[in-house]
């Protein structure tokens, strides 16, 4: 049995969590089983897909990119995955980074701490209270 139908058979289990700025979907045809991979990027906040070098129509989903790109933009990835697999390809797996939430190295918190601390210091006649106040409750937020 090819891969193909295995997929179609039984799909791969795909979750997304958090809001990833880059996804790698891998792909396999129904034509002798070629794998083709799709990044989707997030840009200005919207998800785009590039299928590069095959042009998208060559994959005969039954809906648009765009289409697929707002379901995206929407965070409805079960409907994003049956939305793919409607044409000649089934998704074989995916993968993604999210670095929206990335924790600070205790090197970068010090860092930041005391260049925070040096200008709170440094420009203390200079900046306005509002200002002293924020910059003081970051200083306590990263230490």
């Not at 929407?74 to 409607?86: A, H, L, Q, Y």
């Given at each position: 049995?090819?891969?193909?139908?295995?997929?179609?058979?039984?799909?791969?289990v795909?979750?997304?969590?958090?809001?990833?700025?880059?996804?790698?979907?891998?792909?396999?045809?129904?034509?002798?089983?070629n794998?083709?991979?799709?990044?989707?990027?997030?840009?200005?906040?919207d998800?785009?897909?590039s299928?590069h070098?095959?042009?998208?129509?060559?994959?005969?989903?039954?809906?648009?990119?765009?289409?697929?790109?707002?379901?995206?933009?929407?965070?409805?990835?079960?409907?994003?995955?049956?939305?793919?697999?409607?044409?000649?390809?089934?998704?074989?797996?995916?993968?993604?980074?999210?670095?929206?939430?990335?924790?600070?190295?205790?090197?970068?918190?010090?860092f930041?701490?005391?260049?925070?601390?040096?200008?709170?210091?440094?420009?203390?006649?200079?900046?306005s209270?509002?200002?002293?106040?924020?910059?003081?409750?970051?200083?306590?937020?990263?230490?």
């Amino acid at each position: 049995m090819s891969l193909y139908h295995k997929l179609r058979l039984d799909p791969p289990v795909l979750k997304v969590e958090g809001n990833p700025r880059e996804i790698k979907i891998d792909v396999v045809s129904v034509m002798c089983d070629n794998k083709y991979r799709w990044s989707v990027k997030k840009i200005d906040g919207d998800y785009k897909i590039s299928t590069h070098p095959q042009s998208f129509s060559n994959f005969g989903t039954k809906y648009k990119r765009d289409d697929i790109e707002w379901e995206m933009d929407e965070g409805n990835w079960e409907e994003v995955w049956e939305m793919i697999n409607s044409g000649t390809i089934q998704i074989e797996k995916i993968k993604y980074r999210d670095n929206q939430n990335k924790e600070l190295t205790n090197y970068e918190k010090d860092f930041l701490v005391d260049i925070l601390t040096e200008d709170l210091e440094d420009n203390d006649e200079c900046i306005s209270e509002l200002h002293k106040e924020t910059l003081s409750s970051i200083i306590t937020k990263i230490k």
